[in-house]
């Protein structure tokens, strides 16, 4: 099921960034955190089912995204950010599909934000980079990832993101249309989201410290004025919100054949 790395359309390019920058991903020790621990109310799921637990050609979301970084060379390990009464899932999981690089499941929070945080405490003392990622943001590849990571090597930090398609409008009563914005300068963030581990650390623990509350990880970074990579991964990188996205996600996986 899970996409071979070797077979990725990003592949080459990133094997290429790599010996121009001089790094490769055995030079750096790299954590990443997949953050899973939502309730998915929007998708109106039976019985309490969570998005993340959600079954796309029979294999739940999450395990999805786990395989992917299982098979990402540039990933060593993983920490899995989840709900707590979902622990019995993971620990069968973990068996059913022998995940080699889970090294801890822990509880989430009550935010996004703090639930980082505790897969942060988690991340081993080695680590050079800390990788972030959306458990529901299924269909990233192994070569999407080491992309990222390959940018984030040589700038400190890069974040997946694309671009939008559609006119862009400010409003700023909600009610009328002030300006059309530029959109060649907008884009959309996605995940993976990934730092140096030191300056997310200190980022992370500054919001912390502050009160100050984001909605991603690019923003507390940000936060502290340092410069972060855009790597435009495309269209394909969707977020599961809503059942409209299931349907694109099991045309996008149509569209890869068995390459999935």
């Given amino acids: 099921m899970s996409r071979d790395v070797r077979k990725s359309p990003y592949n080459k390019f990133t094997r290429a960034m790599k010996k121009l920058f001089g790094v490769d ?8 955190i997949i953050v899973a621990a939502g309730a998915g109310t929007r998708m109106n799921l039976p019985d309490g089912q969570t998005k993340q637990m959600l079954c796309i050609e029979g294999v739940p979301v999450i395990v999805r ?11 060593d390990e993983i920490i899995l950010v989840v709900r707590k009464d979902e622990f019995d899932e993971y620990r ?18 009550e935010t996004r934000q703090i639930s980082v945080l505790n897969g942060l405490s988690k991340v081993d003392k080695n680590a050079d980079f800390v990788t972030i990622h959306d458990g529901v943001r299924c269909l990233i590849t192994p070569g999407m990832i080491s992309e990222v990571c390959t940018w984030a090597y040589h700038y400190g930090a890069a974040t997946a993101v694309t671009k939008p398609v559609d006119t862009l409008k400010l409003s700023e009563d ?10 060649d300068k907008i884009y ?4 993976p989201q990934i730092f140096k581990y030191d300056m997310y650390r200190a980022a992370a623990l500054s919001a912390k410290k502050d009160g100050f509350e984001a909605t991603d990880d690019n923003s507390l970074v940000e936060r502290l004025k340092f410069k972060i990579y855009i790597c435009d991964l495309g269209k394909e ?6 059942q409209e996205d299931v349907y694109c996600a099991e045309a996008i996986l149509k569209s890869r054949g068995g390459d999935k």
Avoid: P
């Fill in 25 to 32: 991903h055995r030079d750096w020790f790299n954590s990443a």
């Fill in 65 to 75: 995204t786990v395989l992917q970084f299982e098979a990402c060379e540039d990933i």
């Fill in 92 to 109: 069968q999981f973990y068996k059913q599909y022998g995940f080699k690089k889970v090294k801890h499941i822990v509880a989430g929070g």
């Fill in 174 to 183: 909600g009610v009328f249309i002030k300006e059309t914005v530029d959109r």
């Fill in 188 to 191: 959309h963030a996605q995940t």
């Fill in 237 to 242: 990188n969707i977020k599961i919100t809503t």
